[in-house]
């Protein structure tokens, strides 16, 4: 039986690596802790380790010779922070309250660093849980913790570089994976009852994802020491770039619209279209797969029968005389599907031959496109502000833990309360938006995860216990991206197993532990109201700034030689760009009914946004393709001339001013004429995406 494309992402992937390489090196702390200390100090360091563990994500080697001692140090800081401040109430209070504020501002350092916020908050938690009641015995588990954290270090590291060459084909898996199941969104288009909006979204937010599996290839394929590999799966991730130019230039002009509402032979193409690309992304899955399991024997199938059946279908509408505009939607889509399909039939022998791969590079320096991480207080210190989401999300986040211990101190029979404090720690976003959706899946993860594990609990078998931690913590940290819910569910596993076998004389009660998570996620939910970060409040920034990354694009692409280099790096901002619009768009949709008023609008700006990409990919291609057939010096001066008019109308700060192409030279090409049109439909498009930006959101010109 074949498993379902969306199922596949739970199979395979370098998540699934990391998480088996995390739960190893717990589980070497975790025994040398208990060989050399004792049961009970080689479980706090066990537990050290696993907060460290945190921030072992898919990073190359370099990236994690940073990040894991800076996360070292942060729990370390909030562990002996808590274990100073325990034993009065009060005290107690404000280190929580103070370790929640300093975790939120973390992560003003990036993305990255929400890691660091997390284990930040958890590694003041467990010292909350742990049996010690005294000053000595909570400095002791917290140097237990610290001394497990740090021993966790050189064995990730080490795993790490054992596992870099089987983890970079992974993540090029990875990325064949996200680029099928972007195809299949493209498919979309060619549904005859298509919304253009509604599918346009779909597409951005899926492109999202691919950008992020593409940066972490990119990141660790980059960082290779074995060169001759890494050469070959460079090649092969900028052969994959390529044939997504050629989707996206499909939907310049509108044109799967055209084809998919065109009648008879016009319709017929449409559905041709779907099945193909349906049919492409089913390959490209098979391909990841072959990729992580045949390792060399790769093939992709030829689909040169589908396209000769689509320009068959485009001939008989030419002998009908069909409308001109269908006509030439179906020969762009012909063109630029099937530059994207020779793309990708290449993969096998670009991942065959060092020779090959590094002819496909010539002319690029791919270390630009992996730069070292980079760490500093800078982005901290412009976060102490109240304006800032960053600053607003450490308040909330301060007062919700501040607000869960007051409740354990004051309420009867919340004597485990941490475990109110942990559901706070990992539910709590800097969007509500987020913060909802991880409530419920850690409510529904925290239900199941009690029930599994009272279940084991209840066999009281040591070495059992033991085993399903280990598992658990394979599984929640494997599956943090993929599907909080089964995280939360390993999590809850852990957590509980964790909590017993570190103080054996309370058996924890699963039924309190269900009840802490219903008070946790409640109070995680009502303090997201407090000082609220709305999508729609930095909904007109993110489409500025995507309009300036398109201005880079246009000004990288819209020439007669554009340099490669500077193409493919405007080209990844240009990637990073869309993909903040389209995690914002699958915010705002989260968000409540009467702060998503600007919805129709902001969903314009994207549709235009990426049609207006999808017209300057259009023009590079149509150079890059067509360039033996096309007059020099001319169209170097019409692609001057473009790019001239198509920055001013990009630029958002200066004045608007219409601009128009010069005519075409008599006598010229039908060729260099199909170029104008596709010159003069980029600037009505880069016009039409400036427009939207610059009206006032509530829909009224400014």
């Known amino acids: 039986m074949r498993v379902k494309p969306k199922f596949l992402k739970y199979f395979f992937g370098h998540h699934i690596l990391n998480g088996v390489a995390v739960a190893v090196s717990v589980l070497a702390v975790g025994l040398a802790g208990v060989a050399v200390l004792g049961f009970a100090p080689g479980m706090a360091a066990a537990l050290g380790a696993l907060c460290v563990s945190i921030a072992d994500a898919s990073t190359p080697f370099s990236a994690k010779m940073r990040i894991l001692p800076l996360a070292w140090a942060c729990a370390t800081v909030a562990a002996f922070a808590t274990a100073f401040g325990g034993g009065t109430p009060l005290v107690e209070g404000a280190v929580v309250i103070l370790t929640g504020f300093a975790a939120g501002l973390l992560i003003a350092l990036g993305r990255w660093a929400i890691s660091l916020s997390v284990l930040t908050l958890i590694s003041m938690v467990f010292p909350l849980g742990a049996p010690a009641a005294t000053l000595d015995g909570r400095l002791h588990y917290a140097a237990m913790a610290a001394f497990g954290g740090g021993l966790y270090i050189p064995v990730a590291l080490a795993l790490t570089r054992m596992s870099d060459a089987s983890g970079r084909r992974i993540t090029l898996a990875e990325v064949l994976r996200e680029f099928a199941a972007f195809l299949r969104r493209v498919a979309g288009f060619y549904r005859r009852d298509a919304d253009e909006g509604e599918v346009c979204l779909k597409v951005v937010e899926q492109q999202a994802s691919f950008a992020d599996h593409l940066q972490t290839a990119r990141s660790l394929i980059i960082s290779a020491s074995d060169r001759a590999e890494a050469t070959r799966l460079i090649a092969a991730l900028a052969a994959v770039l390529d044939a997504f130019d050629g989707m996206v230039s499909t939907l310049a002009d509108h044109s799967p619209l055209r084809l998919a509402q065109g009648p008879g032979a016009g319709a017929s193409l449409a ?52 409308d001109p505009q269908v006509l030439r939607a179906a020969r762009l889509t012909r063109a630029r599907v099937g530059l994207a399909l020779s793309k990708l039939a290449g993969l096998p022998a670009l991942m065959a031959s060092e020779e090959a791969a590094a002819k496909a590079l010539a002319g690029v320096d791919m270390r630009a496109f992996a730069p070292p991480l980079r760490v500093s207080l800078g982005p901290i210190r412009r976060a102490l502000r109240l304006s800032s989401p960053v600053f607003r999300h450490a308040v909330r986040l301060s007062l919700a833990l501040g607000c869960g211990f007051a409740l354990t101190e004051t309420v009867p029979g919340l004597k485990h309360g941490n475990w109110i404090l942990l559901t706070i720690a990992v539910i709590m976003r800097a969007s509500y938006a987020a913060t909802r959706q991880r409530r419920d899946q850690r409510l529904v993860g925290t239900l199941l995860g009690c029930g599994a594990a009272g279940a084991l609990l209840w066999t009281g078998s040591t070495g059992l216990l033991l085993a399903a931690q280990i598992l658990a913590l394979a599984v929640a940290h494997a599956y943090v991206k993929i599907d909080y819910r089964l995280t939360s569910f390993a999590a809850s596993v852990m957590a509980l197993l964790g909590l017993h076998l570190l103080d054996p004389t309370q058996a924890p009660l699963v039924g309190a532990r269900l009840v802490d998570t219903v008070i946790g996620a409640s109070v995680a939910f009502l303090f997201a109201f407090l000082l609220p970060q709305w999508e729609r409040q930095s909904a007109r920034a993110l489409a500025a700034g995507f309009l300036r990354a398109l201005r880079v694009y246009a000004d990288r692409a819209l020439r007669w030689d554009a340099s490669e280099q500077e193409y493919r790096l405007a080209r990844k901002d240009l990637m990073e760009a869309f993909s903040a619009l389209g995690e914002s768009a699958a915010r705002m949709r989260a968000d409540p009914k009467s702060q998503r008023e600007i919805w129709p609008h902001y969903s314009a700006v994207i549709a235009a946004a990426y049609v207006a990409a999808a017209q300057i990919v259009t023009v590079r291609l149509m150079i890059r393709q067509r360039r033996g057939e096309l007059d020099a010096p001319a169209s170097r001066a019409l692609l001057d001339d473009t790019r001239r008019a198509a920055l001013a109308e990009l630029d958002i700060a200066g004045p608007r001013a219409e601009r128009r192409l010069p005519r075409p030279p008599a006598h010229a090409a039908p060729v260099f004429l199909a170029l104008l049109q596709r010159c003069d439909e980029a600037l009505r498009e880069a016009r039409n995406v400036r427009h939207l930006v610059e009206q006032d959101w509530s829909g009224a010109p400014r």
Not at 280 to 300: C, M, N, Y
Request: hydrophobic fraction near 45%; glycine fraction near 2%; proline fraction near 2%.
């Open 271 to 322: 559905a041709q279209m779907n099945f193909l690309l349906r049919e492409t992304a089913r390959d490209l899955d098979a391909l990841a797969l072959e990729l992580v399991t045949r390792g060399e024997s790769l093939t992709f199938p030829d689909h040169t029968e589908e396209l000769d059946r689509f320009s068959r279908t485009i001939a008989a509408l030419e002998a009908r005389r069909a």
